[in-house]
């Protein structure tokens, strides 16, 4: 009687293949992630259940936050030609020099939160002590309105650089409010935005369910 | 892969074998280990970005400032936003017909309220012919209300899909005693 032979199966699976697949994507992951700055003033957004994303580009960002009972706004841009563009009809206008080397560092830096006179000593600053050099404000009363300007020259920049390219994009402003913020402060950045005939903008939330 | 060496070694006086090499490495826990970075670099590249909830205002240039449009007021819901997370809210003109109501945010309270009244409102349109014609909404953040107060009740709005809603900063003499607690 002949005898049945059971074929020793390996349990094991080659997986060489695999692996190749899931480096080559974490590969890419890791090189399209980019990496977080620290933002100047952190706030706590309120949550919504919209679920559009912010844009990537054309984009400026206003951040209301209270810090010790003091309610300062911080602004950013996104885009280093629009920042640098930016800065230069800002210097202009309020009649402040940056060298060029000034403007590099500027067009990577991330928000912001001084008087134009004093912004030199933050693009002169390492991104980490921004963080902490307890900055007060750009200025936003009637008498020194640079907020104003600073959101004024972002759109001329942001218009002159989407016509080099041939986009008719025009800037968006997100405002970035923190939770416990008074509503007159919001209300304040809007009128600004509303005298400059910006009646739609966007403001930023995190997420959350329905159920709340 | 993973086997024991069972060569117990015992026949030292036998030949001199060399051992069979394995060629094969074991890449599962290595596998393990891409697939775990992979999950966390997508999630957290598509996830950490914020959200945007976009928000149109009526334009308020004076230089063009038409005439104040006259809507019914049987289509129209005010909303004040008091202090301490107090909401208070009245159908048509205040005080009549009712006086304004306090009303807690969330499912259980603003929104019920809401659904319930966009669907009054609804009928009434329907039975005046104008179906097309919604719920209006007017939103009155107080003084003392907070930004979270605006994008929650503003939330409500597209969660319950009001039609029109919109944010004014006018109040009235009673909405103003209402919202300082006199």
């Known amino acids: 009687m002949a005898k049945i032979k059971m074929k020793k199966k390996s349990t094991s699976t080659d997986m060489t293949a695999m692996c190749d697949v899931a480096f080559l994507l974490l590969t890419f992951f890791i090189l399209t992630a980019t990496a977080k700055v620290p933002e100047a003033m952190p706030v706590d957004t309120p949550a919504s259940t919209v679920q559009v994303k912010l844009p990537d580009s054309d984009l400026a960002t206003i951040t209301i936050g209270n810090v010790d009972g003091k309610d300062k706004v911080f602004f950013d841009l996104k885009g280093k030609d629009i920042r640098k563009r930016t800065l230069e009809l800002m210097s202009e206008k309020y009649g402040v020099a940056f060298s060029d080397e000034d403007k590099e560092k500027f067009a990577l830096m991330t928000d912001f939160g001084v008087p134009i006179t004093s912004l030199k000593q933050i693009i002169d600053m390492k991104a980490s002590d921004r963080v902490k050099a307890n900055q007060p404000g750009v200025p936003m009363d009637s008498l020194d309105n640079q907020l104003k300007e600073w959101i004024y020259n972002a759109r001329i920049a942001n218009n002159e650089y989407n016509n080099s390219i041939g986009s008719k994009q025009e800037l968006q402003i997100a405002i970035k409010g923190d939770a416990k913020e008074e509503y007159p402060v919001i209300k304040k950045v809007m009128d600004i935005l509303q005298d400059q005939h910006i009646n739609s903008f966007s403001l930023v939330t995190g997420l959350r369910g329905k159920d709340f | ?182």
């Not at chain 2, 094969?24 to 997508?42: G, H, N, Q």
């Not at chain 2, 400032?65 to 819901?77: P, Q």
């Not at chain 2, 208070?88 to 009303?103: E, T």
């Not at chain 2, 499912?107 to 319930?116: M, P, Q, T």
Request: no cysteine; net charge positive; charged share 30%.
């Open chain 2, 1 to 182: 892969m993973a086997e024991l060496n069972t060569d117990s070694g015992g026949d030292k006086g036998g030949k001199v074998r060399s051992k069979k090499q394995n060629s094969k490495v074991d890449l599962t826990a290595m596998v393990d280990l891409a697939f775990l970075l992979i999950t966390f670099f997508m999630l957290t590249t598509s996830l950490s970005k914020p959200q945007a909830m976009s928000l149109g205002l009526p334009d308020k240039d004076p230089k063009d400032k038409t005439a104040d449009i006259k809507v019914d007021e049987n289509r129209t819901m005010t909303v004040l936003l008091g202090d301490g997370d107090k909401m208070y809210f009245y159908m048509g003109i205040i005080n009549s017909p009712m006086a304004p109501k306090g009303i807690p945010y969330g499912k259980d309270g603003i929104r019920k309220e809401l659904l319930k009244r966009k669907k009054e409102v609804a009928a009434y349109t329907a039975a005046k012919g104008r179906p097309d014609q919604g719920m209006i909404v007017i939103i009155k953040p107080g003084k003392k209300s907070t930004y979270k107060n605006v994008v929650d009740i503003l939330d409500e709005m597209a969660i319950s899909s009001i039609p029109t809603y919109t944010i004014v900063n006018d109040f009235l003499p009673e909405e103003q005693k209402l919202l300082e607690g006199k």
